[in-house]
């Protein structure tokens, strides 16, 4: 799965504890204990993935090696297992989510795994047929977000960087299109399934839309430039922040922390790029404000009951 299908499913996936921990039955580490690998080569260092083709990862594992530390990567192909698998004591780690997912898990299942160390964010973007700039695009224009709870929210937070809408109460990654301010916003707002986004720029009314990275082939080649894009420090990424994952208690592992500097290095950074098709923007953040970010919507997802 792409990172913009990732994003596609990260609130909509139910978060169901029972499956996972049936589907998990006989593939995690040895004992299922929670106490954490030593990294040896007799007991390396479990980490739950979701790409374990991308040739990325083979850089990593062989640095971690030449630093004496064994690593071992347990592929999943069901979004929901790498953090089940984390809580039962499966894994030792993982790194595939964003944020936001990592929350909408927290809450719904009352757990508290931590974000210990960024990898990635991966923007979305916004295009248009008719402007090459999103300060031509009329007052009153008709712009296209997909509909899906995920997207849809961190669409709103785009255009509302763009200066193209505002959203009540400065908006957040649970905001709807009834949180747009018609009356403080330049542009009407219409979400349809996000496959639909591409096409949508051909109707005369539609000046743009936010359109995943999956679906900006089936925009024509001349306009596959966006005319937006947020900066990756913006804070309307945030949420979108892909992370490494630990229990609370292992949030401070010195070997864990080597590892996250090891997979900061050019070469396999540069792999994580290019992986991404040259969409991905390395992140650094400290374990402690992607604490803070999380913290932040968890709030925001138990307010909305």
Known sequence: MSRSRFSLVARSAAILGVVGSLALAGCGRAGGDDAVAAGSKEDPIVIGIVSSGEAYWDTFKAKAEA???????????DYQL???????????????QHLQFLADY???????LTPIGA??????DLYSTKVDDVADIPDGAEVAIPNDASNQARAL?????AGLVTLKDGGNS???TADVVADQSKVKVTALKADQTPSALQDPQVYAAIVNNDYVPNIDAAHQKPVYSTDADSSANDPYINVWVSRKADADNPTFAKLITLFHEADVTDGV??????????????AQEL???LATIEKNEKAQG
């Open 291 to 293: 604490q803070g970010i």
């Open 174 to 176: 649970f905001s709807t």
């Open 157 to 161: 937070l785009v255009l509302q960087d």
């Open 119 to 124: 990898t990635a964010v991966y923007p979305l």
């Open 273 to 286: 790029v290019e992986a991404s098709g040259g969409t991905g923007v390395i992140k650094d953040n400290s």
């Open 67 to 77: 630093e004496g530390i064994y690593v071992e990567l347990k592929n999943f192909s």
């Open 106 to 112: 927290n809450v719904k299942t009352g757990s508290d």
């Open 82 to 96: 790498p953090n089940q698998g984390l809580s039962d004591g499966d894994l030792d780690l993982n790194q595939f």
